[in-house]
């Protein structure tokens, strides 16, 4: 993999560290994230990529409760989401924490199922007090990339930053559902309260 940094980067360290802490937090899932001629940087399906790249890597610095009593590790993805497809590409390659990847899309609230991650679409925006409040004090880390919703509970939200795909944490939605965050995942984070 190669990263062109430009010389402007090099006059903005911030900007020059994210570059090297988000290689540093993908580093683990490179083969998920192929280049694919002719298409944007910033497309959507690349995005989606990236995201998916990022979800694999939370399994790595999340505590999960009783985790060594489950067989698979189970990522739902509620309402209509293009992530879907690049999850379970996920699924197919790599294991988390040893544990087979199995991906379930949901199309109510009614249809969930126990998860370890569930990625909650922007289709449920009008309801998501509704998603929230089913899944309180669950041990099962919420995922969105809708502008808001960690503010209204999601655990963790991505946001784009100019072209840069940033995330941000609410740790007190995450501890009251049992959850615990590595230091390390908490310093990449816009800690939302």
Not at 3 to 23: D, G, W, Y
Request: aromatic content about 8%.
């Amino acid at each position: 993999m190669i990263v062109q940094i430009s010389p402007k980067e090099f006059t903005n360290p911030m900007r020059l560290l994210h570059r090297f802490l988000i290689s540093l937090l993908i580093i683990g899932v490179i083969d998920l994230v192929p280049v694919k001629a002719g298409m944007p940087e910033n497309s959507e399906a690349n995005l989606d990529q990236l995201k998916t790249a990022f979800i694999y890597n939370f399994t790595k610095y999340i505590i999960w409760p009783d985790w060594n009593q489950a067989k698979t590790f189970k990522i739902g993805v509620l309402g209509k989401s293009s992530i879907i497809a690049p999850l379970e590409e996920l699924a197919e390659k790599k294991l988390a924490n040893d544990k087979p990847i199995e991906v379930h899309q949901f199309q109510t609230i009614q249809d969930l199922k126990d998860s370890q991650i569930l990625f909650i679409a922007t289709s449920q925006k009008e309801q998501i007090d509704k998603v929230l409040s089913t899944l309180e004090n669950k041990p099962i880390l919420t995922i969105s990339d809708t502008p808001g919703f960690c503010e209204r509970g999601i655990m963790i939200n991505f946001f784009m930053q100019g072209d840069l795909v940033k995330f941000e944490l609410n740790p007190v939605k995450l501890e009251s559902a049992g959850l615990k965050a590595s230091s390390q995942l908490q310093k990449l984070a816009r800690i939302v309260r």
